[in-house]
């Protein structure tokens, strides 16, 4: 028999559609995202900083619901999808409220916050508007000597990030899934389930790989999320047909719904999350899914959880969600700094979430309802609001995002600071200064001491701190006004406070006719890998005796004691690696270590604190410098600035060292020196130098 055309066409298209999530209400499904979202929010603010898995949940949930949408509308046309309605839902219902809570904040935290935030705030602000804010955390906030505050008021806004960025790429999932249907005449829902099964296991695979190294990053990043997404969308192509007997669905349910409300009080997701433990609520989410009737949650018996979950309460947290999400995180964040706590107390929570709710109400009535019946007119009129929206949109944020990058650029600053008076901004030398010091203000001014990092800093020619994969390897900065024929190769080597002595060393360098080499892993000095999960660093410092030995150099500079906890200590592993780098045979200096402030100095003196106030505390210091009583390798020197970087050490009158000394910023974070003050203790190194090294100062 032979099969006609339209015959064949019709059994081709059946073929296509076989197997599409069914579009229909799911009750439930709006009741566990609303609850999720509030359980973030409740763990933020009573939950004393553990993670409910809400996010999980809420990522899933977008996973299902997009999939489902998606895959019918591209399947429907051939391997089509209506962009400008696709783009248009998404700016009226996502785009819009979140862009407002953008600026509200913004605009608090320029008010709130000292000026030497507000280039970050700009920042986070353009990275939460376009959608790149876990990027953005992941490079300031989470990076050794990062410039951001220590929380951010747009933290939150990283999960709406990687939802963002799921809603670019999955149109073009769905669409590619369709014509390969098409071409080997099978179902679009299969295909789909085999790229999202792909994407499910390469994300889950590498969510577990970096979460070994680097939970932080872990954490917040779009490929180690990806396959909690997938997650929602495998959920999406098996619940047409993945639907518990009868007698197991009130208990299933109810465990679901266990599952979803204990994770927060079970685990620890900061420490497990995006890895194999959130399975736990996604199961929770998937026995919800899976005991419900097929005529939907708010049809079951009332003894089940599907049918608690469709009520109508759990219906309106499901509206008001989403904006109060996103309006509790900053409101908590400024509170906090209004009030100066490090934590929320039981009144400060209940305020925190009240004015959320209000807020949250608020904007779903005259932003988000108005909006929602913009998607609702008649065809024609709903083609040309979509074109207006995404236009709209569009613009908005080029504008915005050019606009922001203004504002997140350093100032054009004169960065050259040889020429400072040693009159008035003797820096170190303040010490041997006769005289009263006169009273200017202190060089850089605060709002632009970030520009005055050490010079290495902006060549990217030193390895980065923590455990990602090649992070051992050695880098070094090469000296860019080295002599043609050195007297000496200098070597700043181990962590970031052997670099921030960059400048001091090349002022001695250019009298000196000396090589300056950085060669450092920040955040990572010898003996650091007593600490736990430090093996990067331990192969760092193997690499670095390797490299010492076939770059032979004279003198070696590294910190001697660590001054980062409540008393100046020595790792019992650092002498070993001081005896390795001798018997290269170079010379070994080592530098008392300098102390750390627990909160970034600049963001102090910004909000009116005194230097005194500001600087770090002298308690930390040893009676007695740690190194002179120990036996050190042959060809090891030491000496001891403490001093000249913290003139009033003997001042039983100040409890703190200075932030401003002989009128320089001696910081322009919580522990590193600006170049200018480094370059001020030069004449100071100098004088040490000529009592233990003398040979290499002529």
């Given at each position: ?311 109508r309460p759990l219906a309106w947290i499901g509206h008001h969600a989403y904006s109060l999400y996103l309006w509790h995180w900053p409101l908590l964040i400024y509170y ?350 100098e004088a040490e130098m000529q009592d233990v090294v003398p040979h290499l100062l002529r």
């Amino acid at each position: 028999m032979t099969i006609t055309g339209p015959h064949r066409t019709d059994t081709s298209e059946d073929r296509l559609e076989k197997g599409l999530p069914e579009r229909r209400y799911l009750p439930e499904l709006h009741g566990v995202r609303g609850l999720a979202l509030t359980w973030v929010v409740l763990f933020h603010l009573f939950g004393d900083g553990r993670v409910s898995g809400g996010i999980d949940i809420f990522l899933a949930v977008s996973g299902f619901l997009f999939t489902g949408m998606l895959l019918r509308e591209a399947a429907a046309s051939g391997g089509r999808i209506d962009v400008l309605r696709y783009y248009g839902r998404l700016v009226r219902r996502i785009l819009v409220p979140a862009a407002i809570v953008v600026a509200a904040t913004l605009a608090a935290g320029l008010l709130l916050a000292p000026v030497t935030q507000h280039r970050q705030l700009w920042a986070e602000a353009r990275a939460s508007l376009l959608y790149f804010e876990n990027i953005e955390l992941i490079n300031s906030q989470l990076s050794y000597g990062a410039a951001g505050p220590d929380t951010s008021p747009f933290q939150h806004f990283w999960s709406l990030s990687v939802q963002g960025q799921f809603y670019l790429v999955w149109p073009a999932l769905a669409i590619i899934a369709v014509i390969v249907a098409k071409r080997f005449q099978t179902s679009a829902a299969k295909v789909m389930a085999i790229m999202i099964g792909v994407v499910f296991i390469g994300s889950f695979a590498y969510a577990i790989y970096v979460g070994r190294y680097d939970q932080s990053a872990a954490y917040l990043m779009t490929t180690t999320r990806a396959w909690e997404l997938g997650f929602g969308g495998l959920l999406a192509l098996g619940a047409g047909t993945l639907r518990l007997p009868q007698p197991l669905r009130a208990p299933a349910g109810w465990l679901g719904l266990m599952l979803i409300i204990s994770c927060g009080f079970v685990l620890d997701g900061g420490r497990l999350f995006p890895g194999p433990w959130a399975l736990w609520p996604l199961l929770g989410f998937t026995l919800v899914l899976i005991s419900a009737g097929p005529t939907g949650g708010n049809r079951d018996p009332k003894h089940t959880a599907t049918r608690f979950l469709s009520n109508r309460p759990l219906a309106w947290i499901g509206h008001h969600a989403y904006s109060l999400y996103l309006w509790h995180w900053p409101l908590l964040i400024y509170y906090l700094e209004i009030w100066d706590l490090q934590a929320l107390n039981l009144t400060g929570a209940l305020i925190v979430l009240a004015v959320s709710v209000a807020l949250a109400m608020l904007t779903y009535r005259y932003i988000e309802q108005p909006l929602q019946r913009l998607g609702k007119k008649e065809p024609t009129t709903q083609r040309r609001i979509n074109r207006t929206t995404v236009l709209a949109g569009a613009s908005t944020l080029i504008v915005a995002g050019f606009t922001m990058s203004a504002f997140t650029q350093p100032p054009s600053v004169d960065t050259t600071y040889g020429d400072l008076d040693p009159e008035v901004y003797p820096g170190a030398n303040v010490v041997t200064m006769d005289g009263e010091l006169p009273q200017v203000e202190a060089f850089p001014a605060v709002e632009n001491v970030d520009a005055y990092q050490p010079a290495y800093l902006d060549r990217d020619c030193a390895q980065l701190p923590g455990q990602d994969p090649g992070t051992d390897e050695v880098m070094v900065c090469q000296d860019e006004d080295a002599p043609e024929h050195p007297t000496a190769t200098i070597v700043l080597a181990g962590g970031s406070h052997a670099g921030h002595l960059e400048a001091a060393f090349k002022t001695l360098a250019r009298k000196y006719h000396w090589e300056v080499l950085v060669v450092i892993k920040s955040g990572c000095s010898f003996g650091f890998e007593e600490l736990p999960n430090e093996a990067m660093c331990e192969s760092w410092n193997h690499n670095f005796i390797d490299w010492l030995h076939d770059h032979p150099a004279d003198l070696v500079v590294t910190p001697g004691t660590r001054l980062d906890g409540p008393e100046e200590y020595i790792f019992d592993a650092t002498p070993q690696w001081w005896e390795q780098i001798v018997e290269t045979g170079t010379e070994l200096l080592l530098i008392r270590g300098t102390p750390r402030n627990d909160f970034w100095t600049p963001d102090c003196l910004a909000d009116g604190g005194t230097p005194q106030e500001c600087g770090p505390p002298k308690e930390i210091y040893a009676e007695e410098n740690p190194l002179l009583s120990m036996d050190l390798p042959a060809n090891t020197h030491h000496i001891d600035l403490t001093e000249y970087v913290c003139p009033n050490i003997h001042d039983d009158t100040t409890k703190n060292c200075d932030a401003v000394v002989g009128n320089i910023m001696v910081t322009f974070d919580f522990h590193h020196f600006t170049a200018p003050f480094s370059q001020s203790l030069a004449p100071s190194i100098e004088a040490e130098m000529q009592d233990v090294v003398p040979h290499l100062l002529r």
